[in-house]
């Protein structure tokens, strides 16, 4: 019978810690922390495979424990103790896997890119992406000061966005060269066109910026604006990005 391990100074477990606290870590050792049963089983339905599986014997889901066993993922059992310190949240679920981080090719002449600028709360991020790949975008680029895609909070809110849609990160000079056969769209408070008035049947990158501070200044495309009433002043980036990227969706359906 495999022993169970109790002991925090474990250096596995010790590493998978590390890796949910440590973005420069994650990037280091290009692996990442998946936690909890939908994530986990989302990421092995694309074909992704953990490295190792922690798994505490009383709160784990012995199906998805069971599919790990057939696809000969090592499976190691430690102590409620050692899953409550790996958690990222206040209700663990028993189950917390170590994955290679994802390193997916850029498609090729893409017609719906999300570009992101400076996106830096965790949250908004995972919604962005949970949205992006709903609406149909073939891929999602971070440039500048984004938040980490794997931080952990991201995974939770992206709900396994991150192994469905490619997400990749570019400085500017490589986003316009990627993008000069689309017509460019920064979403801006002060834009000139109605997001409703875009042919969004055409290729397209749409740019969402920081809320507090906008787009980079040196971002060039059509500035498009969400009609609001006079004394609503902006919208949440999550927000704006799911308006317009639903309405493209629209008219393309």
């Known amino acids: 019978m495999t022993e169970i391990i109790s002991s925090l100074q474990n250096n596995r477990v010790k590493l998978a810690r590390q890796l949910q606290e440590k973005a420069r870590l994650r990037r280091k050792e290009r692996?990442?922390?998946?936690?909890?049963?939908?994530?986990?089983?989302?990421?092995?339905?694309?074909?992704?495979?953990?490295?190792?599986?922690?798994?505490?014997?009383?709160?784990?889901d012995y199906e998805?424990?069971?599919?790990?066993?057939?696809?000969?993922?090592q499976l190691i059992p430690v102590s409620a103790d050692v899953i409550r310190h790996l958690s990222?949240?206040?209700?663990?679920?028993?189950?917390?896997?170590?994955?290679?981080?994802?390193?997916?090719?850029?498609p090729q002449k893409p017609e719906r890119i999300l570009i992101l600028d400076a996106?830096?709360?965790?949250?908004?991020?995972g919604t962005i992406l949970r949205t992006a790949g709903a609406a149909g975008v073939?891929?999602?680029?971070?440039?500048?000061?984004?938040?980490?895609?794997?931080?952990?909070?991201?995974?939770?809110?992206g709900m396994g966005a991150h192994f469905r849609?490619?997400?990749?990160?570019?400085?500017?000079?490589?986003?316009r060269g990627y993008c000069d056969d689309l017509g460019v769209f920064l979403a801006a408070g002060d834009g000139d066109l109605?997001?409703?008035?875009?042919?969004?049947?055409?290729?397209?990158a749409l740019v969402i910026g920081n809320e507090a501070h906008g787009i980079h200044q040196t971002v060039e495309g059509q500035r498009i604006a969400?009609?609001?009433?006079s004394e609503t002043e902006s919208l949440n980036a999550a927000v704006a990005a799911g308006v317009i990227l639903f309405e493209a969706l629209r008219q393309r359906k």
């Not at 849609?165 to 986003?175: F, L, S, Y």
């Open 119 to 125: 996106i830096r709360e965790p949250g908004n991020m």
């Open 88 to 106: 990222d949240t206040q209700n663990p679920q028993g189950i917390i896997a170590v994955f290679p981080l994802p390193e997916p090719a850029l």
């Open 226 to 229: 969400i009609p609001m009433a």
């Open 64 to 73: 998805l424990i069971a599919t790990l066993q057939d696809q000969q993922i």
């Open 138 to 157: 073939e891929v999602v680029i971070l440039a500048a000061d984004c938040v980490d895609p794997y931080n952990p909070k991201v995974l939770r809110s």
């Open 165 to 175: 849609i490619p997400i990749v990160e570019a400085g500017w000079d490589q986003i």
């Open 194 to 204: 109605n997001y409703t008035d875009v042919d969004w049947k055409n290729a397209w």
């Open 31 to 60: 692996k990442i922390v998946l936690e909890g049963v939908r994530l986990i089983a989302d990421a092995l339905a694309v074909g992704y495979k953990p490295l190792f599986v922690f798994y505490e014997s009383q709160h784990a």
